[in-house]
């Protein structure tokens, strides 16, 4: 061992390398594998990638979400050093300690690194090398068994073959580049490197943040009953998303799923819920997908619920952590621009199982002081662009727009507001972004004063492309940013029903 | 009459002054408002608008839209100039001849405009305008019956109230900037401006084009009977788009539909479908939604389809006017990235009623010729990264690419490819855009030569905000593009299912 290398504490985690965090932990067994002292990556691409980089993908990702340089050990003969970093020929040459090890080395290989990981005494291994027992072929499923016979017999955790493996970003791991860099409160599972990426990438720009993200593939050892507990334990993790393919222990992921969904929302996607879905299920990660009534039944019997799709998961995951999770019914009022949309979007919502009741009398009566009447409507949907060419915002005219959403919030009506209101006109304009992101502020700030005054959570409605620099700021207030009215309606809807789903249940929604 | 007008020659349209396009026409009675010689905007605002231009929307989509401001005249006494144009006191102190004029100005001067309209001899009048008829009070549906009585004994058509009025890409007619500035085969209706718009600007994103566009309000003259009458003789328009919410005189509507959708595929998009739907419609354009079911029998008699949603409208429009429309049957091949996004892909394409079927034993040992084993499959869905951590493309690998989606093509198995393959691979990269485009026009290029060659359509899943700039390249070779798989395949499915409907009628689909 090195002398420059740091201490093994592990009765002190925070002080660990490579663990930059001091976020609370858990003394789960599962937890040191998400704070490795040192991580090697073995078999490191000495080609350029398309973009002219070399090192592959997950050196790369490291690197560009602050896993610490020095505690990051590339693992390829042929190579001195990539991207800065000293190169080493065999994970036994890496300096101590080297906790997790991640593999992107072709299968033959495999069986060999995880000798070498053994010896040198790593805590976890993930396997990104594929071409094992979802292939389907009797020898390549018979090599999965005995190299996982192996680290079980040593006491090493292995994640897949075939995912994308950890991320945790209190840590600066990371198997993608451009994820959030910032911790929060929501732990993700997925059998699917594809469906992690863009759980984590489309809910981050929505402005959610993870305690932890787990790729874990064909699940060779570490499995989703497991995650499930170390979720539970988590002092970090209030919420659970996943996708899962195929369930490999009935019994022990019904009993996990019970624990951690009766005290922490947890939303489930499952692939494969149709023959053809199923197939391709098999394909992937060699998973047989079972019967989706049985899974529905666990699910729900679990107070967990069962995403349809991804849009499903990702809105109804925006909705549960923002104040949606408080709404009290599916009276919803939308505040918006444009009969026509107006029209579809009563539609839309009342198909989702919402109602759009008409304001009482009295409260159109006082939106009618400052509403002029043509070209409006302060039914509800209230179109309400004020006798001009372009809709309501809080720069412009703040005090009549907050007037507005303060009378309609008051209103005994109203569960919940759907608005477009926000950004400044704009078609096709060239507002820049700027001015585009204060009045976004200035409208956040304003519903989040309403919506904690009055109780009301509000919804904006808005194209994900305009806000993105601003969703975070939404979701610290609590504020929902949804790309379409439909989709809204659709989220609010499975809240509704999920609580529903849970009665009887200890009420987290 | 000054001496600089053009000679009014309505027996030779094309040389009429504003109307700059030297398309075919029509001998239409409707023909003439939509090839204006001179357009008189009354009421333009002298109140700068949130970007401070003054004018108002419809002078400056005018002007941005390239109607020649010659023939172009503001009204508004209190103005001597307005985006350096010469503004005039009234209609009536226009240069002859004023053909169209836009309302501005509030419902209580409508009456004497009409009037003065009528004495200079207009051909048309679109009334922004509204505050009339929709309102419900008896005053003003009776004043708007009078303005109609009016123009009806003058022989001028008037278009609205409340309504952004006409869309002729043609001749420079547009009521919103940043629509597309060259003319095409697809005829647009609606009711709804903001409904209109979105039409107008989404499938002109994907690559559409429109002879004309029409938003007719509360249709108190021009209605919609009327104009698919007028889509019908019109030689530039092939496909009709509209947007209803509620049916004035149905025996003629339905008269008219069954005429146009027989010859030229029709889609109308029904608002007000549910009962606060058809409320908001009420409110809106004073409409009474009528039943859903009388007039789905009504469409489906006639071979028109009636859209459920406004995405349902765009993604069948984008379907029916690309390659897709030739499309044999439901057998989809999927080739794209990412296992697990093939296992929901292949769900969601599944649950739309589309099946997967397992490429032939002999297309996969053809495919397995050069298609490494290890995270991939070649079964459908077909998961080719061909071991490297990014897809396929046309640049990089063009020889391999071309072969995959020929062999999968060829395959008897397959009535129509779906893939994410095009583009180059980024997650957050910087890859410019003309590297972007680069890529996209290659595959677009490759694909349109492999649908020509096979007969099997090939439609692109692209993020929108990344193709934007080929898309309307990628219509010219007849490529769909369309942003989900779950998107492409219910548009597949929608058209499959139109063309089963329409069985007994042309087959035009």
Redesign the interface.
Known sequence: MSETEPAITTETPSSEAGASDSLPRSSHPLDPIFHPRGVAVVGVSSRA???GRMG??FLNALVMQGYPKEYLYPVNPKMEEVLGIKCYPSVLECPDPVDHVISQI??AGLAELVDQCIEKGVRSIHSF???LAE?GEPELIEAEREIIEKVKAAGVRFIGP?CMGLYVPGVGLSF???LPEDPGNVFML?????????IL?SLGERGLRFSKGVSFGNGADVRAHELLDYALADPQSEYVVG?M?GVQDARRFFERLKQVAVAKPTII?K???????A???H???GSLAGSIEIFDAMCRQAGAWRAE???ELLDLATMVTTSVRDVKGPNVALIG???????????????VGL??P?LPEEVQAELREFVP???T?V?N?V?VTFGR??PLDFV?EPDLTRRLFEVIANSHSTDVILTTVGG????????SRDEEDRHFRAAIEEFSRIQERTGVPIVMVQDE?RVRRVTQFAHQKRIAIVPTV?RAGKGIADLLAWRKEREGLPSIL
């Open positions: 990638d398309p973009e592959g993908i072709p299968a090398t594929a071409g292939t075939n993608m580049p451009m997925s059998q699917s490197g594809a469906n992690a990426n863009t990438r996708y393919e996607l692939g494969g819920i149709t023959s053809d879905g197939r391709a299920a394909s992937h990660t799709s991804m849009d621009a444009g009969g026509g949309f107006a029209v579809l979007s009563s539609d839309q919502l009342a198909l109602t759009l008409p009447v043509a070209g409507s039914r949907p179109d060419d372009h412009s400044p006109w704009r078609p096709g304009s060239d507002t492309r439909t």
